[in-house]
Nanobody, 125 residues
Framework: QVQLVQSGGGLVQAGGSLTISCEAS????????MGWFRQAPGKGRDFVAR????????RYANSVKGRFTVSRNNAENMVYLQMNYLEPEDTALYYC??????????????????WGQGTQVTVSS
């Protein structure tokens, strides 16, 4: 069973950038497609981005497309979410998640199997 530990995040002004990381242990990330989700206070857990096992395919929520980039380094068991041009609406608790490979591109959090602990990102206006 893979364990996911997140790092990064914090407070940034609108227009700024942050990168959050997700490190896997107890298993190989090459066994999983990886996703990022976020949850703002009082709201549901929303899809942000997804990257395939090999890194060849990515998908983004419309709200972050062109601003966020998901990447991975399988040799180091790491996944990253680089966030640029951050907006106050991006303020949320961000989670990385692992999904067993599927021909279906999963964008709903209930389809994912393992989760990081969450990382707070706060964007001030």
């Amino acid at each position: 069973q893979v364990q996911l530990v997140q790092s990064g995040g914090g407070l940034v002004q609108a227009g700024g950038s942050l990168t959050i990381s997700c490190e896997a242990s107890g298993g190989s990330l090459t066994d999983y497609d990886m996703g990022w989700f976020r949850q703002a206070p009082g709201k549901g857990r929303d899809f942000v981005a997804r990257i395939s096992r090999t890194g060849d395919n990515t998908r983004y929520a419309n709200s972050v497309k062109g601003r966020f980039t998901v990447s991975r380094n399988n040799a180091e068991n790491m996944v990253y979410l680089q966030m640029n041009y951050l907006e106050p609406e991006d303020t949320a608790l961000y989670y990385c998640a692992a999904d067993r490979p599927s021909i279906i591109v999963h964008t709903v959090w209930t389809d994912y199997d393992y989760w990081g602990q969450g990382t707070q990102v706060t964007v001030s206006s």
